[in-house]
Every structure is written in structure tokens, then in C-alpha cells.
């Protein structure tokens, strides 16, 4: 049987795509191409074994053999994950991707709306829906993992270093998946504004993506579905505007667990800036009157069914 020995758990929006995108190149390093995010640890499971394995089957030699569903960190709503993972996978190497935890639930929201999610406003969405917080706690969800995995079976791999130096966090990577660390990835220094290029689902889109046709067209290869987005989809035309108390209160959750992972993982707690700078910087942007505020009122719902009970989460 052919299985992953190393598993990128997250987090969302921390740039794992772009890491990725990169090791899928180096010769020794298999992901499957065609879906980075399996998800077979969290949303199915049940499928079994046989079917995870068949996303391995096109091996052509290469040692380090991964998967990208780096939703499997957000323990809020799969708690079952950690195990699962170290009873079909311990000798698994995990590699936990971080980004600044304001920025990343930011990015994270603005995800649930380009891809045609009903979500509520954002405010609102930070304070109802807990994964979304929970997700940024990282030393309460990296413990999860812990329980099952040694540490020097998890790398911690920071956004704002890929984007920084890429291929000295690529060299890292590579050593730790002990594949050759000085292979060249091509144009792995070519940074992108993730907000830039982001697009949410065209009137078009949002009604057709949850009938039979839509759902067969997730189906379709990436090439086919770039084509499709091209005309279905639109520059997204807002972004996160925050009210004082939601972002003071989200910070005051947040910056304990911030200062534990900063220390665990061998970095200054000022490495991030939580403090009352961040605040009056978050603060400005929001009164920016050239970004539109979503008032849409209606209750969040996912595009994978089975998650629905799960998004209710609210304790």
C-alpha cells in the first residue's frame, strides 16, 4: 500500500499553496496533481483506505510522498483528525505553515466569500463562527498534534519568511523530507498579492456551483476550470472591515496563544505585532472609504454538506 510520509496540515491561508506549488517540483517530491487537498483525514474517511491510496498511484520513484489538505489543522471541526493521522500514518512527517493570525483569519473570511459561501458580515463571522478564530490559535491546535507526534516530526514553516526568502525555506523543507535541500526551484522567489488576484463567484457561478452541473465541474481538470472561472468570476471588490471592540476582543484571544507558539518555535513573541500598533493600523485601513462592507445577513453555509451541523459550532 502507497501512503503519504508527510502531510501539510495548515493552515488555511498561510500560503501552503504557494509551498505546494513548489515542492510538487523538486524530482524527489510526489503530490498529487491534479488535488492538492485530498481532505481524506477530516470530510472522508469513511471512503477508506483503498481510496486515499488511489491519489498515489502515479509514483514514478520519488521518496518523499505528500499530501497538501491543510484544512486537517482546524481541529474545532474535525477533533478526530490527530488520531486518525497517527493511526493510518505514524511515521508521517507533518509540516504546519503559520502566517501573522490576524492576517490569516482576514484571508480566510475573504476565502468563504470568493468561493460563493453565504457567509455573515465579517464581524459578526469572527465572533459566531469559532473555527475561524480557533484556526489562528496555533500552539492550541499544534498541541493537538503533539499528543501523537514528536516534535521533530513537525516543521514549522512561517509565511512571512517564504515570502522573504523562499528558497532558504524551501532548503529546509527539503532537508527535512530528506530529499536533496540544494535542488533549484525555478521562479520560487515571484511573490503574489494573494488580495489582488482574488475573485469570488459571478452572479452566474453563485447559482449554478451546488446544482448537478456544478458540482460535476469541480470534477473537471484545472485547466479546464481556469477557463471557467475566467468568465464566472469577478475581482472581489471589499474587504475586511473591522469594528474596534470585535478586533480588540479578537486580539485579547489570540495574543496569549501567539506568545506560546512564538516561544515553542524559537521566535521573539514580538515577531508578530499584536499590540496597539497592529490596532490603529487594522483601524485606519477599515475606514478606508474605498472598500465595500458586506451586509449580507445570512447564516453561513458551507459547500460540503456534511460540514453544515459542524459550521454551527458556536461555544
Not at 533549484?184 to 457561478?205: E, T
Request: hydrophobic share 35%; charged share 30%; glycine share 4%.
Amino acid at each position: 500500500m502507497t501512503l503519504p510520509n508527510f502531510v501539510i496540515i495548515g493552515v488555511p491561508k498561510s500560503g501552503t499553496t504557494s509551498l505546494y506549488n513548489n515542492l510538487i517540483k523538486h524530482p524527489d517530491v510526489f503530490l498529487p496533481h491534479q488535488k492538492k487537498e485530498i481532505n481524506f483525514f477530516n470530510r472522508y474517511y469513511h471512503r477508506g483506505k483503498q481510496w486515499y491510496e488511489n491519489h498515489f498511484q502515479t509514483l514514478s520513484g520519488e521518496t518523499a510522498i505528500g499530501d497538501g489538505s491543510c484544512y486537517l489543522s482546524v481541529t474545532s471541526l474535525w477533533p478526530d483528525v490527530p488520531r486518525r493521522l497517527v493511526n493510518d500514518l505514524p511515521e508521517a512527517k507533518l509540516i504546519y505553515m503559520v502566517r501573522h493570525p490576524i492576517d490569516r483569519l482576514e484571508s480566510m473570511w475573504c476565502e468563504h466569500v470568493r468561493d460563493g459561501d453565504r457567509i455573515p458580515e465579517f464581524n459578526i463571522a469572527v465572533r459566531e463562527w469559532r473555527p475561524l478564530i480557533d484556526s489562528s490559535l496555533y500552539w492550541q491546535q499544534i498541541n493537538q498534534f503533539r499528543r501523537y507526534f514528536s516534535d521533530e516530526q513537525i516543521a514549522i514553516i512561517f509565511f512571512e519568511d517564504f515570502l522573504a526568502d523562499p528558497k532558504t525555506v524551501l532548503k529546509h523543507c527539503f532537508e527535512f523530507l530528506g530529499v536533496n535541500p540544494t535542488y533549484n526551484i525555478p521562479n520560487a522567489d515571484k511573490n503574489y498579492n494573494p488580495r489582488s488576484k482574488m475573485l469570488r463567484d459571478g452572479a452566474i457561478w453563485f447559482a449554478l456551483r451546488r446544482t448537478k452541473f456544478g458540482l460535476a465541474a469541480r470534477r473537471l481538470p484545472q485547466p479546464v476550470k481556469n477557463v471557467f472561472r475566467k468568465f464566472l468570476r469577478k475581482k472581489m471588490d471589499f474587504a475586511p472591515i473591522w469594528e474596534e471592540t470585535t478586533l480588540k476582543w479578537t486580539v485579547d484571544l489570540i495574543e496569549k496563544d501567539a506568545r506560546q507558539f512564538l516561544k515553542h518555535a524559537g521566535r521573539d513573541e514580538s515577531f508578530w505585532d499584536l499590540g496597539t500598533k497592529m490596532i490603529v493600523r487594522k483601524l485606519e485601513l477599515s475606514k478606508n472609504k474605498e472598500l465595500k462592507k458586506m451586509k449580507q445577513k445570512m447564516p453561513f453555509v458551507s459547500s460540503f454538506h456534511g460540514d453544515i451541523e459542524l459550521l454551527k459550532y458556536n461555544q
